[in-house]
């Protein structure tokens, strides 16, 4: 909010049009984000309600575990493939399955471990 406010002072400041409209558009995407966000934290709240409180379980057993590492857990429980993944987070199929990757390696998971079947247990 503070890079938005200081970016709307300094708009407001500047006499190019190009640069202002610029500096406009930079704006839309912050508020965008921070929209996407909020969007995010109902989605989640919704989930848990469904989920018998899935992230709090995930938090205790996994206390390590950062924000987006618990959405791709979540994004996995819900039995979403790779490709609807990746236009969730806005990412490519190619980073999902980095993501994944790394979550297992996280989790210590061996090649005979099922993620999604970890996930389904909570």
Not at 7 to 21: D, F, K, P, T, Y
Not at 56 to 74: D, F, Q
Not at 108 to 121: A, P, T, Y
């Amino acid at each position: 909010m503070e890079v938005k406010n200081s970016l709307a002072e300094l708009g407001s400041s500047i006499n190019e049009v190009e640069q202002s409209r610029k500096l406009n558009k930079l704006i839309s995407k912050i508020e965008g984000a921070l929209d996407g966000n909020k969007d995010w934290k109902a989605f989640e709240e919704q989930f848990d309600l469904v989920n018998s409180d899935f992230f709090k379980k995930l938090r205790n057993e996994y206390p390590k575990l950062s924000i987006a590492e618990a959405r791709l857990c979540m994004l996995l429980k819900m039995k979403l493939s790779t490709k609807e993944i990746a236009s969730q987070l806005n990412l490519s199929v190619r980073g999902v399955e980095t993501r994944r990757y790394r979550l297992r390696k996280k989790l210590h998971l061996n090649k005979e471990q099922v993620l999604e079947e970890l996930l389904d247990k909570m």
